[in-house]
């Protein structure tokens, strides 16, 4: 299934001019993380958010280290933690993204200019580029040998890359009232309220998500789910 095109022209990035607070910046990158682990394709890049943070964590470290001979040292542990833990989730969110530029590689090297810029950094794109030149050439040197010169079957995946699956079902939640929403092509519009919980396709909610306007969220495990239950006898 061919993916739709990305809409790019109203969907505006970071204002560099904004001042954030950490409380503001972890908040971000809590939100940021979820949505780009559950979703199925790559989001637009937060590179302003994450340089951000980095700073934040490299200062605090640094004021960690200068007091690391007080007398008590159980706040700076409590402190270490925390820095851990952000380090942790910034990592972790910059790996899940390079995992999928190294899925769908090919797709997204095919993206318009415009449409690179705005999910990619320039680092991402350097790196998918290097990883389908090692890729190719891993496949040219040890198995293009061994096939049949009239055998075309290696070119094919190039013609028809594999790409993320929007039409996969995501639990979101609203951070806005949203109306007019087009879940189906025969359904009517319909609005999301705010900090309500769906489970929708991702399709149907693909640009509210790029336009940070909705959050994808782990759906509640089974426990949760027995817990409301029994609650609800009571």
């Known amino acids: 299934m061919d993916l739709p095109e990305m809409d790019v022209s109203g969907v505006a990035l970071d204002d560099s001019s904004t001042v954030y607070t950490t409380a503001q910046l972890l908040t971000d990158l809590k939100d940021i993380w979820r949505s780009e682990r559950l979703a199925p394709e790559l989001l ?60 769908y590689a090919l797709h997204y090297l095919q993206l318009s200019a415009a449409e690179r810029d705005f999910v990619m950094t320039t680092a991402e794109y350097k790196f998918l580029q290097r990883y389908q030149a090692d890729t ?46 087009i879940l189906g092509a025969s359904d009517a519009p319909v609005s999301l309220e705010q900090h309500s919980q769906y489970l929708l396709r991702y399709s149907a909610v693909r640009k509210p998500v790029m336009e940070n306007k909705v959050i994808l969220i782990s759906p509640i495990s089974s426990a949760s789910l027995q817990e409301i239950f029994l609650s609800s006898l009571f």
């Not at 951000?52 to 280290?65: A, F």
């Open 44 to 103: 637009p890049h937060k590179q302003e958010t994450v340089e951000m943070l980095l700073e934040q964590i490299g200062t605090v470290e640094s004021n960690l280290e200068k007091a690391k001979h007080v007398k008590d040292p159980f706040f700076l542990h409590c402190h270490k933690m925390e820095a851990n833990r952000v380090r942790y989730m910034l990592s972790n969110y910059l790996r899940c993204r390079l995992e999928k530029l190294e899925n």
């Open 136 to 181: 190719e050439e891993l496949i040219e040197g040890s198995v293009r040998t061994f096939l049949p010169a009239n055998l075309a079957i290696l070119d094919k995946w190039k013609e028809a890359p594999l790409k993320p699956r929007l039409e996969s079902f995501v639990f979101v939640k609203p951070r806005e009232q949203i109306n007019g929403l």
